[in-house]
Nanobody
Framework: QVQLVESGGGLVQPGGSLRLSCAASGSIFRIGAVAWYRQAPGKQRELVATITRLGTTNYRNSLKGRFTISRDNAKNTVYLQMNSLKPEDTAVYYC?????????????????WGQGTPVTVSS
């Protein structure tokens, strides 16, 4: 059974930094593309950043220059480095990953979600 767990959230002052982690465990053959989403109170979930297995990244335009997504395939982990945090960054952050659990060509990917880690930016 595959499990996806986010960690690293918490309370931080404006201008501070946090590094979020998304770790996959279980019967995993390969992790494909991974995305970070966030959902603020009263708002719909929005896409933050994406990264392919080979490291190609994309970001929400308003977050470019402050957020960086990266991955360590050997550790089955994806990271989101968040710098210069603002109160409007306050949200629950989720990771979403395409994961294959069997040896197949082409790969058969299923979609997995973590339960989220809350980030609060406040003075």
């Amino acid at each position: 059974q595959v499990q996806l767990v986010e960690s690293g959230g918490g309370l931080v002052q404006p201008g501070g930094s946090l590094r979020l982690s998304c770790a996959a465990s279980g019967s995993i053959f390969r992790i494909g593309a991974v995305a970070w989403y966030r959902q603020a109170p009263g708002k719909q979930r929005e896409l933050v950043a994406t990264i392919t297995r080979l490291g190609t990244t994309n970001y929400r335009n308003s977050l470019k220059g402050r957020f960086t997504i990266s991955r360590d395939n050997a550790k089955n982990t994806v990271y989101l480095q968040m710098n210069s945090l603002k109160p409007e960054d306050t949200a629950v952050y989720y990771c979403n990953a395409d994961i294959s659990t069997t040896l197949a060509v082409p790969a058969n990917y299923d979609d997995y979600w973590g339960q989220g880690t809350p980030v609060t930016v406040s003075s």
